[in-house]
């Protein structure tokens, strides 16, 4: 069992950033925007779901670490960290799901 966390792959994802173009999977996404990066975890996004209901057990857990990455990139181009993401959930549990959903405005 290993010990990286998501923090880790946060972090990675700062470093990756720093880096050129050349080297970097990351720097290149991140180049290109924020909209071809939603774009690319939208894609993951399908993936995983595909793999979730149709595919074997390994394949779901490759297509979720992908999607975690691109999640990453894609809130870092937006500059917004997991700690603001985990704020916004601290302050979701102070009530219920169904409390908290029926809150929000209708769209």
Request: hydrophobic share 35%; glycine share 8%.
């Amino acid at each position: 069992m290993t010990s990286f966390t998501i923090y880790d792959l946060e972090k990675r994802v700062a470093e990756r950033a720093g880096a050129s173009p050349e080297t970097s999977y990351t720097r290149k996404l991140l180049d290109r925007g924020v909209g071809q990066c939603a774009k690319k975890f939208g894609e993951e996004a399908v993936e995983t779901v595909l793999a979730a209901v149709s595919e074997e057990r390994e394949r779901l857990i490759g297509e979720t670490a992908d999607l975690l990455y691109h999640l990453l990139v894609m809130l870092r181009a937006r500059g917004v960290t997991l700690a603001d993401v985990e704020d916004a959930l601290g302050e979701r549990t102070a009530r219920s799901g169904l409390d908290e959903k029926a809150s929000r405005k209708p769209d």
